[in-house]
């Protein structure tokens, strides 16, 4: 098939993501505003504007609609506070459905608030997170798995963001990895594609994707020595191993070497992650190849990193960038 080709049969897919999301808050200060708090002397950072959009799998979801897929459908876990509010309204705004989202008091909305410069435009103060440090509570658990249980067969891909790095985890627990394996077990048209930081040993039966550095680490966890191995034990139908420049090996019974295009000045590489799984998930639900799927996921990510924050791809912007791809 040919990437015109996959983009247009990408708009009749319907994906779900699972997992760990956030609110990413983009607040432009101003440094002229930073006069002293006249009640305890510290200094006040100054804050002239906001801008919300929804992160960690939020990212991944905002690329899939980005890319035209018919449905868009997010199953995380967030806070019946503030924050919560301003996750569904920044989902709302983006073509992304919150319905399936499990609204709890039990947590705070897990939220980034990121300080900007507006005379730089650099992020350059710490950032002030609101964040979960404890176990998922067991009625979010048990919401989400039943969730999960009654609508996994309305979609045609399963995209889950394993992002939390607690030890135990975030929403993606051992029940919901195990439920997880299920629907790839249960719905084999189904692509059940699994992005995990630190845990990615630990699922069975779905597709796995990782960068180096994450692949290295679940071989040291699993004590296995290669990406093979690691895929045997996983029982995985497919790896894939980010490399940044040096592109991908898919791993699916042989071992394959995708390029990606040399970028020596990308302007931002956050969420290329998030990016490469879109566009490589979609592309392996409609050409059941993984290499096709890695280069096509290599061609949006190619994108993402030349804008800054989390950027995505129109299906435009992708044919554009393959006519001065590798051959």
Known sequence: MTTRSVLEAVRRKRVLVVGDVCLDRWCTYDPRLAEASRETGIPRIGVIATETTPGAGGTVANNLVALGVERVAVLGACGDDGFGYELFRAMEARGISPELMVRSPEIPTFTYTKLLNSDTGAEDLPRVDFVVPYDMPAGIEEQT?????????????????????????????????????????????????TDSRVRGELFRTVILKMNRDEADAACRRAGVSTFAQLRERTESPVLMVTEG???????????????TKHNPHPVDICGAGDSFSAGAALALSVTKDPALAARIGNLVASITITKKGTGSASPEEVLRAEESWPA
């Open 145 to 193: 798995l039943k969730t999960l249980a009654a609508n996994a067969k309305d979609f045609d891909v399963v995209l889950v963001s394993d992002q939390t790095e607690t030890e135990t985890g975030g929403l993606v627990t051992r029940n919901v990895r195990d439920a997880l394996s299920e629907i790839a077990r249960k719905q084999p048209g189904t692509v059940v594609w």
């Open 245 to 259: 420049q040096d592109g991908v090996q898919v791993l699916d019974g042989g071992v394959h070497r995708v390029p």
